[in-house]
């Protein structure tokens, strides 16, 4: 029987940082990851044509371990977050130089990026099950005995269990760990969007009746779109033809982003609040969206799981390698990211409602609040700590 350190269910964006993450910072510890999906170009559901926003503390960690590169062409700077509410008079923006730095993040495409993560898995010294799947798993005092329907090593042990595996993870449902979740009446068009003349780094957040739309930069021109509206709305959305899609984007958010040209693939994505009950359990950490689902409004989502990963890092450097996930271990995991993880949702959800809510004496409150922070930087301030990930 095979046993390990760390073992890791879940290979996608989460799952595979935070292997790679856990094996270059600490080279000795025996680490597995399981994935139920072979990393072929296109097919990962993990990887697909989503792209996500880095914040810069994400990037800066990254960085330092030669997991992201500013000069790739999947990676694009923002160099302006634009804030918006169509139809009232209060907007504002928040530049790279106010806080000196070089910039507030930067725009990856999942399916490439993700490419390179399973490249960085396969080159270190990590044993990868996959395809594989957890069939069972036995939590005993000293590890946990994990049952996959591998071909090979079906039966494996590991002092720590991470679960890594997604909103819907099947791993958490082994354990009966609650998700407390809600959606959303809005649903989330996602599409890749050109834009004439050119985006220059600038990201958008624009508040309409139908619901927030944020344009993220891309390479070549493009934005990421990611359109929220009600689920009636985004059914007829999605079936309106290239150009008369162009246009009733064009009408709702208007011409500061410049004219939108063409688009790709359009896709929907379902828009969901939950947390799980506990990050942890006995012998076993949850990280990623197998313990939080937030709304894409502000851009978190990626970022909080990158927080999970390092501070699991941070946890086990500084732990004793026979201690990693003992009952001391788990619970000052567990007491490190439970308020960032509260917060982080709290903010996301109120800004989702308070955006959603067209009374004009809430619009005209939304207004006066954006104005504020675009005059006194000390109100504007909080605002990019947040987006650059460096609230905490």
């Given at each position: 029987m095979q046993q390990f350190d760390v073992l890791i269910v879940g290979g996608g964006m989460a799952g595979a940082t935070a292997a790679v993450s856990i094996k270059k910072q600490i080279p000795d510890c025996r680490i597995a990851v399981v994935e139920a999906f072979a990393p072929k170009a296109n097919s990962h559901p993990s990887f697909d044509d989503r792209s996500i926003a880095l914040a810069e503390q994400s990037v800066d960690y990254l960085s330092k371990l030669n997991l992201f590169n500013k000069t790739w062409s999947f990676a694009e700077r923002i160099s302006q977050v634009n804030v918006s509410d169509r139809g009232h008079f209060g907007k504002a923006s928040i530049t790279p130089e106010e806080y000196q730095v070089e910039a507030l993040g930067y725009v990856v495409e999942v399916n490439p990026y993700g490419q390179f993560l399973h490249q960085q898995l396969q080159s270190q010294d990590i044993t990868l099950f996959c395809p594989a799947k957890v069939k069972s798993l036995t939590q005993h005092t000293e590890h946990v005995e994990v049952e996959l329907d591998a071909e090979q090593s079906p039966v494996v042990q590991t002092k720590l269990l991470v679960i890594a595996d997604g909103a819907y993870s099947p791993t958490r449902n082994l354990l009966n760990l609650?998700?407390?979740?809600?959606?959303?009446?809005?649903?989330?068009?996602?599409?890749?969007?050109?834009?004439?003349?050119?985006?220059?780094?600038q990201a958008f957040e624009r508040f309409t009746s139908q619901g927030p739309i944020a344009l993220l930069p891309m390479s070549d021109n493009r934005f990421s779109v990611a359109w929220c509206m009600n689920k009636d709305v985004l059914e007829e959305v999605l079936g309106l033809d290239d150009t008369a899609f162009l246009a009733r984007l064009q009408q709702e958010f208007g011409y500061r982003g410049g004219v939108f040209e063409?688009?790709?693939?359009?896709?929907?994505?379902?828009?969901?609040?939950?947390?799980?009950?506990?990050?942890?359990?006995?012998?076993?950490?949850?990280?990623?969206?197998?313990?939080?689902?937030?709304?894409?409004?502000?851009?978190?989502?990626f970022n909080l799981g990158m927080r999970d990963i390092q501070c699991l890092v941070s946890q086990l450097q500084a732990s004793d390698i026979a201690s990693w996930g003992d009952h001391a271990f788990t619970q000052a995991y567990k007491v490190a990211r439970d308020h960032d993880i509260g917060r982080v949702m709290t903010l996301t959800d109120g800004l989702v409602r308070l955006f959603s809510n067209e009374s004009r004496s809430v619009a005209f409150g939304r207004s006066c609040g954006l104005m504020m922070i675009s005059l006194f930087p000390n109100l504007k301030a909080p605002l990019a700590r947040q987006l650059m990930g460096r609230a905490q």
């Open positions: 609650e998700f407390d979740s809600f959606p959303y009446e809005q649903g989330a068009l996602i599409a890749n969007v050109k834009v004439s003349p050119g985006h220059q780094g063409a688009v790709g693939k359009r896709s929907r994505y379902p828009l969901v609040h939950g947390r799980i009950s506990s990050v942890v359990h006995h012998r076993v950490v949850v990280i990623g969206n197998a313990a939080h689902a937030i709304h894409p409004i502000a851009g978190q989502g």
